[in-house]
């Protein structure tokens, strides 16, 4: 069946530190690809997606992805990161020509230290 | 903007009620959407829709129903709460053709059936 995987539970970090949140999914056709976060008592939204056409996407607030086929992975950063990226982040994955549903994967909590 | 906007941010059931979560969109989205998330199993999709009268069942539709009486109202029921169903209750909508399959999430209800 198809799946996605995010591979931390829980991340903690310093205020600064690099960050890099990892996703495969396990369909071998062409999808759509987007991570969603969730900040403290906030509705889900959208941070950033992937269609077609350059793998590195950019998104709100400073964060990126890179889309390797290959790899089936589709990884978030961001350089330097702030206490108020404190949220939790999930991972998605839309199998086109399937249907409109999407798949998440279990989330990752991340913490950071002020 | 969108918005989603879901009856109850907190509701409190006792055992073999019967259950209604209404939810609605301002954007003319076909589809719909309903989840459930559980801390550490991320998003599980419960029942979409893709028009009007239309469903069909996602990852876990027992002990759930839909209805979908008009375009901009999904609503989830639950004819026999149980206590296993107490869980936080996202409903999203979406367009169905364009670039963008993006999901637009209401703030979820938290349901504890006691």
Known sequence: AQSVSQHNHHVILSEAASLELGCNY??????????????????????LKYFSGD???KGI??????????KFSFNLRKPSVQWSDTAEYFCAV???????KIIFGKGTRLHILP | DVKVTQSSRYLVKRT??????????????????????????????????YDVKMKEKGDIPEGYSVSREKKERFSLILESASTNQTSMYLCASSETSGSSYEQYFGPGTRLTVT
């Not at chain 1, 839309?94 to 409109?100: A, L, S, T």
């Not at chain 2, 954007?27 to 199993?41: A, I, K, S, T, V």
Request: charge should be negative; glycine fraction near 10%.
């Open chain 2, 16 to 49: 073999g009620e019967k259950v209604f979560l209404e939810c609605v969109q301002d954007m003319d989205h076909e589809n719909m959407f309903w989840y459930r998330q559980d801390p550490g199993l991320g998003l599980r999709l419960i029942y979409f829709s």
């Open chain 1, 94 to 100: 839309r199998v086109v020509n399937r249907d409109d």
């Open chain 1, 61 to 70: 607030k400073g964060f990126e992805a890179e889309f390797i086929k290959s």
């Open chain 1, 55 to 57: 793998p590195l996407v």
């Open chain 1, 26 to 47: 396990s369909y071998g056709g062409t999808v759509n690809l987007f991570w969603y976060v969730q900040y403290p008592g906030q509705h889900l939204q959208l941070l």
